[in-house]
Structures are given as C-alpha cells and as structure tokens.
C-alpha cells in the first residue's frame, strides 16, 4: 500500500507551497496587493467585505482592468490581501464575477470594527434579550428589511438556546443570514453588503 506521500497528500507540504505561491505572486505584483489592502482597509471600516467588493472596486478606480481579469491570469496575490492579525474571517459567500462561476469566498471583518460594532460598544453575551435590541435599533436606524441584513454573533457567550434557534433555522434569526464569530463575544447586525452603502 502506498503511503500518504507518495499518494501525493501531505498538509504541512500543501500549506508551505501554498505560502510560497503567494508570497512570490504578492512580491511580483506587490503595488496591486498593496493598492488592494489600502482598498480593503477603506471597505472594511464600514464592516465586513469579499475580494469580490476589492476588485470592484479597484476596477472602478481603473487599478485594474476587467478585459485582464481573465481565468488564464495568475491571480495568487489576492490571496494575501485580507493576510495578518487585523483581519477575521466571518463567513462564507459566493462570488458574484462571472469567471469564478459562483465559488464560495471569504468573508471578512477588520478586528477593530468588529470590536468597536459589538452590542453597545462592548462585548457582551449574545441573548435573546440582547439581540432584539439590536434589531429593532439596526431596523429602525437603516429602515431595512431582513433580507439586507446580516447578523455577525459571537460563539463566545452565545446562549445555547439561541444557537441551537439559529441553526435549527438554517442559520438565520429574524429572517437575516446569521455568521458565526469564533473567539469573539457580542453580536452585530448590518446591511449584508455594507461594502456597497
């Protein structure tokens, strides 16, 4: 029988050549990756955002051209956008650029607003109690319907009858798509794409 190696499977090899590949993209394509991190940054300030929301932006800013965007065009440097401690990852999405064919992405939220959007400037248990407070709050405040709102809750602190609500209903709660945070308290509810208010 053939050995995991010889198979071809090995994480700790995978991880390096992953590490690698985008280290030498991010060095060869370094005022890109640094005009998108500067981009991400600015998107991250108002909440949580894709590498989708980053190259819309870049191509509306003409950094980057939508022609050049192309399946055959070594992209690996966007893998070290959201790279380092400021960044969280929040949740999944799939990619709205036609040439990803619906893939899902990363979500992710900037530490410090995460922090600074958490239940009323602090971090606290995520509870019933608290959470519809947030809610009629955001509701009244943005005038959205739960269909443009997405929560961002905290596994630290969260009741387990709230979380066992949320998945029993297909992790949603009060109609808006619900996103786990591991290692983070509280609970946060926005527009589901504040990256385009």
Known sequence: MQTEEELG??????????????????????VQLMRAKAIARQLGARGPVTMDDVTRVMIEQGHENPARLRKDRPLNWKGSVFRGSEWVQVGHTY????SNHSRAIKVW???SWVNSA??????T????????RIWVRATKAQGKDPAALAWY???DGVSDTIKAEIERNGYTYYGAPVSFINGSAGAILCPSNPARV
């Open 9 to 30: 499977f090995d994480a700790r090899q995978s991880k390096a050549n992953k590490q690698i590949g985008q280290d030498l993209a991010a060095s060869t394509n370094s």
């Open 95 to 98: 990619s709205t650029r036609v």
């Open 109 to 111: 939220a900037l530490k």
């Open 118 to 123: 958490n239940v009323d400037g602090e971090a």
């Open 125 to 132: 248990d995520a509870s019933a109690y608290s959470l519809i």
């Open 153 to 155: 809750i905290g596994t």
